[in-house]
């Protein structure tokens, strides 16, 4: 059975937002990502395996290893899905910041 994850659930996990951030800036292997946790390596290539199953990762065969890079086009697809939802917030946000500052004021 192929199960498809959700990119949500995906990222809903602490350790696999952490492997992104690691593998933001450069590509990193198995080996050097699962390092940077305390966490047996078989787990964090579970992890591996369900970021790249949703295309948050890409793999790129260098000789005998693999390298695991971000899918920016992924995560702009990400991004730009949870835009609106930032936006209307921050403008909730700012109404409610000009309530309190209007009522702290005596107005």
């Not at 930032?86 to 403008?91: I, L, V």
Request: charge should be positive; proline fraction near 3%; hydrophobic fraction near 40%.
């Amino acid at each position: 059975m192929n199960l498809r994850r959700d990119v949500f659930q995906a990222i809903a996990d602490p350790t696999r937002r952490a492997i992104l951030l690691l593998v933001a800036t450069q590509s990193m292997t198995a080996g050097a990502i699962a390092a940077n946790f305390d966490t047996a390596r078989p787990t964090i290539s579970k992890h591996l395996h369900i970021l790249t199953e949703c295309e948050l990762l890409e793999q790129e065969q260098n000789g005998r290893e693999i390298h695991y890079h971000i899918n920016a086009k992924k995560m702009k697809e990400v991004a730009d899905f949870i835009e609106p939802f930032r936006t209307m917030w921050d403008d909730r946000f700012n109404k409610l910041e000009a309530i309190m500052k209007k009522h702290k004021s005596g107005k």
